[in-house]
């Protein structure tokens, strides 16, 4: 089991039928919905939102987003001074961001009208009991 967040690394193929992207590596067997996010503008933060149990898959599928990952100490009264990680993910760069439950993550896009796509492994109802939030300004600095 990944106990870690980690980037899945695709790759594309072009020839004179057009372009073909791909994440072959991707195992969708635990999805149970995605939705897709729009940020039309950079200054929008989406965070932090966190789920002990829920692991949730980014992908980029137009512009790009500067995601960040942190693993809470204490859930109901986390640490200011825990380490977060860095991801910037591009729709050019063919890649999905695994967070696995145990953590905490913020986005914000990089460019105007951004576009990321979100599969989760829990069910709407399912999540509505492993979800936590935590004010936007902690733990790093959006701006």
Do not use: C
Not at 3 to 21: H, W
Not at 83 to 98: A, C, G, P, W
Request: charged share 25%.
């Amino acid at each position: 089991m990944i106990q870690n967040p980690e980037i899945i690394q695709g790759r594309s193929y072009q020839d004179e039928r057009g372009k073909l992207t791909f994440v072959n590596d991707f195992n969708l067997s635990e999805i149970k919905r995605y939705y897709i996010i729009e940020h039309t503008d950079i200054n929008i933060i989406r965070a932090w939102q966190g789920h002990k149990m829920e692991q949730k898959w980014f992908q980029v599928i137009s512009g790009s987003f500067l995601v960040a990952v942190v693993k809470p100490d204490n859930w109901e009264n986390p640490s200011f001074d825990i380490q977060i990680e860095r991801f910037i993910l591009k729709s050019d760069n063919t890649q999905v961001l695994h967070i696995p439950g145990g953590f905490a993550n913020g986005f914000k896009a990089l460019e105007t009208n951004s576009k990321m796509i979100v599969f989760s492994d829990l069910t709407l109802e399912e999540a509505a009991s492993d979800n936590f939030r935590f004010d936007s300004n902690l733990w790093f600095d959006w701006k």
